[in-house]
């Protein structure tokens, strides 16, 4: 099992930047899942953002995030993040770090068996 801590939210302008950050603790490393990162707005359902395979050798991203957003890991810190540039308005949701115990990429919501609480990522115009 992991337990997964969201941080790195918070207010940013239009065309500005935000990293995200999701730790983990328990008994296997970040490295040993796949990772992903969703996002919620108001009234929406949770959304798929990217993910990266448990190798790190496979990244894949929603159309929307698509060459604004990278998905990474450290596992010396054993720390997933989320950078995000050109951030826009439509990207305020509320962002969620997910892990699945499976190979490979994972775009669906039930694809994946741990999630972390949530952090708001606010762009205004």
């Known amino acids: 099992q992991v337990q997964l801590v969201e941080s790195g939210g918070g207010l940013v302008q239009a065309g500005g930047s935000l990293r995200l950050s999701c730790a983990a603790s328990?008994?296997?490393?970040?490295?040993?899942?796949?990772m992903g990162w969703f996002r919620q707005a108001p009234g929406k359902e949770r959304d798929f953002v990217a993910t990266?395979?448990?190798?790190?050798?496979?990244?894949y991203y929603a159309n929307s995030v698509k060459g604004r957003f990278t998905i990474y890991r450290d596992n010396a810190k054993n720390t997933v993040y989320l950078q995000m540039n050109s951030l826009k308005p439509e990207d305020t949701a509320v962002y969620y770090c997910?892990?699945?115990?499976?190979?490979?990429?994972?775009?669906?919501?039930?694809?994946?068996?741990?999630w972390g609480q949530g952090t708001q990522v606010t762009v205004s115009s």
């Open positions: 997910a892990a699945a115990d499976k190979l490979g990429i994972v775009i669906l919501t039930g694809g994946y068996d741990y």
């Open positions: 328990g008994r296997r490393t970040l490295s040993t899942y796949t």
């Open positions: 990266l395979s448990r190798s790190g050798g496979i990244t």
